[in-house]
């Protein structure tokens, strides 16, 4: 696993070979993060289901000079409640599916 | 919440920048060391990216000249042969960065692999592309040293130690016994600035080397008002205190001192990311050196003694 440094992904070293990466911003119930801001913290939800075949990897939130990674495995939980740190982007990494990202 | 890895953007992009910087540098010049060094570094897998994240134990850095810093974090409570390396540019000038690249890295490879260092050594001496050289070592541009009470040599301008002989009068001196404090690994840097007229303005140059497997290393400082160089030679002990050997010379002065002190490096709140705090301990602890030097140079002049002769305080 990586996260490419410059880019807001976090890959697997098959997808970053074969340079498939593209972040998805369109609206998908089962893959786009949803977001919730209360008080300091940031609390991100992925609707998608956590299987060992099938699962979310990873969640980013991308703030204004940084990136807040947590990884996670088949049997976390697809949401994450991070240090609000502002307005940016929400990414997350599915095994299967690729990226897909939320502009907050 | 201890799962979350952080990383930073602007020392993210500053590391490609120097990367770059790098590849250009590549194919417009002969920069063979700094290739090398760089490759070493890809080689053993060290991603400084990765090694920014939050909540590690970052220690020490390598400030190099007033243009740009660089910082090598050596992770050392782990103990593990990785090094961040921060950049700090303010200058546009290519063959000066990649020359104070190709010191800083040299210095801090130094320090996680011998052998990585070696192969840069021929006959005895390593030899630095000191682009700051033009300026800060105008009559000189090597400064090499060896390892494992080898001699240690600095030949910079008005400076040159050997083996624990002060050779110049305005040597930095590091006596023998100051390398068995530091394992052997004598790591030292010195500023060679003995006029602003003639080298410019400087402030307060800081430079520290921290060997990742024991621990010790050097700090040191060089204020252009005083026309002072300190070393600090560190190392830990199982406490994790860190002992403070300094030691003190300079134009007026060529008194040398060891001071020896102790601090708890984590009570400095040292984050990696300033070195505020770190050189304000320092120069308190100059400041106490030079009192103390003063003082007991003047009694030992009068007692007709030679300047290559210490003192070991206690403070």
């Given at each position: 696993?990586?996260?490419?440094?410059?880019?807001?992904?976090?890959?697997?070293?098959?997808?970053?070979?074969?340079?498939?990466?593209?972040?998805?911003?369109?609206?998908?119930?089962?893959?786009?993060?949803?977001?919730?801001?209360?008080?300091?913290?940031?609390?991100?939800?992925?609707?998608?289901?956590?299987?060992?075949?099938?699962?979310?990897?990873?969640?980013?939130?991308?703030?204004?000079?940084?990136?807040?990674?947590?990884?996670?495995?088949?049997?976390?939980?697809?949401?994450?409640?991070?240090?609000?740190?502002?307005?940016?982007?929400?990414?997350?990494?599915?095994?299967?599916?690729?990226?897909?990202?939320?502009?907050? | 919440?201890?799962?979350?890895?952080?990383?930073?953007?602007?020392?993210?992009?500053?590391?490609?920048?120097?990367?770059?910087?790098?590849?250009?540098?590549?194919?417009?010049?002969?920069?063979?060391?700094?290739?090398?060094?760089?490759?070493?570094?890809?080689?053993?897998?060290?991603?400084?990216?990765?090694?920014?994240?939050?909540?590690?134990?970052?220690?020490?850095?390598?400030?190099?000249?007033?243009?740009?810093?660089?910082?090598?974090?050596?992770?050392?409570?782990?103990?593990?042969?990785?090094?961040?390396i921060e950049e700090e540019t303010h200058s546009k000038v290519v063959d000066r960065t990649i020359t104070s690249y190709s010191f800083s890295f040299v210095m801090g490879l130094r320090l996680i692999k011998e052998s990585v260092v070696n192969s840069f050594v021929s006959d005895g001496e390593i030899e630095y592309m000191?682009?700051?050289?033009?300026?800060?070592?105008?009559?000189?541009?090597?400064?090499?040293?060896?390892?494992?009470?080898?001699?240690?040599?600095?030949?910079?301008?008005?400076?040159?130690?050997?083996?624990?002989?002060?050779?110049?009068?305005?040597?930095?001196?590091?006596?023998?016994?100051?390398?068995?404090?530091?394992?052997?690994?004598?790591?030292?840097?010195?500023?060679?600035?003995?006029?602003?007229?003639?080298?410019?303005?400087?402030?307060?140059?800081?430079?520290?080397?921290?060997?990742?497997?024991?621990?010790?290393?050097?700090?040191?400082?060089?204020?252009?008002?005083?026309?002072?160089?300190?070393?600090?030679?560190?190392?830990?002990?199982?406490?994790?205190?860190?002992?403070?050997?300094?030691?003190?010379?300079?134009?007026?002065?060529?008194?040398?001192?060891?001071?020896?002190?102790?601090?708890?490096?984590?009570?400095?709140?040292?984050?990696?990311?300033?070195?505020?705090?770190?050189?304000?301990?320092?120069?308190?602890?100059?400041?106490?050196?030079?009192?103390?030097?003063?003082?007991?140079?003047?009694?030992?002049?009068?007692?007709?003694?030679?300047?290559?002769?210490?003192?070991?305080?206690?403070?």
């Amino acid at each position: 696993m990586y996260f490419y440094e410059g880019k807001e992904l976090v890959v697997s070293d098959k997808e970053l070979k074969d340079n498939a990466l593209k972040v998805n911003y369109e609206f998908n119930e089962k893959h786009t993060p949803s977001f919730e801001i209360v008080g300091d913290k940031l609390l991100v939800k992925v609707n998608h289901g956590m299987s060992e075949e099938h699962y979310i990897t990873a969640i980013v939130y991308k703030y204004e000079n940084g990136y807040d990674v947590v990884r996670l495995n088949a049997n976390d939980e697809p949401n994450w409640e991070f240090e609000y740190k502002g307005n940016g982007e929400i990414f997350e990494h599915c095994n299967l599916h690729g990226i897909f990202a939320i502009k907050m | 919440m201890d799962r979350i890895e952080r990383y930073n953007l602007d020392i993210m992009q500053q590391w490609n920048e120097f990367k770059q910087n790098l590849n250009e540098y590549k194919s417009n010049g002969d920069v063979s060391k700094v290739v090398k060094l760089i490759d070493i570094i890809e080689q053993n897998n060290i991603q400084p990216e990765i090694q920014l994240i939050e909540g590690r134990d970052w220690l020490v850095f390598h400030g190099v000249g007033n243009t740009r810093e660089i910082r090598v974090y050596p992770v050392v409570t782990s103990f593990c042969n990785q090094l961040v390396i921060e950049e700090e540019t303010h200058s546009k000038v290519v063959d000066r960065t990649i020359t104070s690249y190709s010191f800083s890295f040299v210095m801090g490879l130094r320090l996680i692999k011998e052998s990585v260092v070696n192969s840069f050594v021929s006959d005895g001496e390593i030899e630095y592309m000191l682009c700051e050289g033009e300026r800060y070592f105008s009559d000189c541009n090597k400064l090499g040293f060896q390892y494992h009470g080898k001699k240690l040599l600095f030949k910079c301008g008005k400076l040159i130690y050997v083996d624990g002989r002060l050779i110049n009068k305005n040597s930095i001196y590091l006596p023998t016994d100051m390398e068995v404090a530091c394992d052997r690994e004598i790591l030292a840097n010195v500023d060679f600035k003995t006029s602003e007229e003639e080298y410019g303005v400087y402030g307060v140059h800081e430079s520290m080397l921290i060997n990742p497997d024991t621990a010790n290393g050097a700090v040191v400082i060089y204020d252009k008002d005083d026309k002072t160089s300190l070393c600090f030679p560190l190392f830990y002990d199982e406490k994790r205190l860190i002992n403070v050997h300094s030691f003190i010379s300079n134009d007026l002065l060529q008194f040398p001192v060891i001071a020896k002190c102790g601090v708890d490096i984590q009570a400095l709140n040292y984050d990696g990311h300033s070195t505020k705090e770190l050189g304000e301990f320092l120069k308190k602890r100059r400041t106490i050196a030079k009192s103390l030097v003063k003082a007991e140079y003047d009694t030992q002049v009068t007692e007709g003694l030679t300047n290559a002769q210490m003192l070991l305080l206690e403070f």
